[in-house]
């Protein structure tokens, strides 16, 4: 099985900068697609930021331009840094990764981790 977890939330001052980590362990042979989404009371999940297998980056006009996803294959960790941030991101944010196991080869599996809160104070 595979297990994801988000580390790197706290509570920061606005204007300041966080950086999300997403580790991913378990019988992993490659990565697909992995994304961040948030989410906050009153509001859909929102899609964050995607790293595609190809290696493109997308980002949610809410954060476009103060955020930016990476990641680290040969350590299976997905990355946020999160600057200027303000009152508006806080919230929970979850990472998604899809990834080729032993047993699901060539195909993909779609996990989560738990959660990371990230509260800004104004």
């Known amino acids: 099985q595979v297990h994801v977890v988000e580390s790197g939330g706290g509570l920061v001052q606005a204007g300041g900068s966080l950086r999300l980590s997403c580790a991913a362990s378990?019988?992993?042979?490659?990565?697909?697609?992995t994304a961040w989404y948030r989410q906050s009371p009153g509001n859909q999940r929102e899609l964050v930021a995607t790293?595609?297998?190809?290696?493109?980056?997308n980002y949610g006009l809410s954060v476009r331009g103060r955020f930016t996803i990476s990641r680290d294959n040969a350590k299976n960790t997905v990355y946020l840094q999160m600057n200027n941030l303000q009152p508006e991101d806080t919230a929970v944010y979850l990472c998604?990764?899809?990834?080729?196991?032993?047993?699901?080869?060539?195909?993909?599996?779609?996990?989560w981790g738990q959660g990371t809160h990230v509260t800004v104070s104004s």
């Open positions: 378990g019988s992993i042979v490659s990565f697909g697609d």
């Open positions: 998604n990764v899809k990834v080729r196991t032993t047993t699901t080869w060539p195909g993909l599996d779609s996990c």
């Open positions: 790293f595609t297998e190809a290696g493109e980056t």
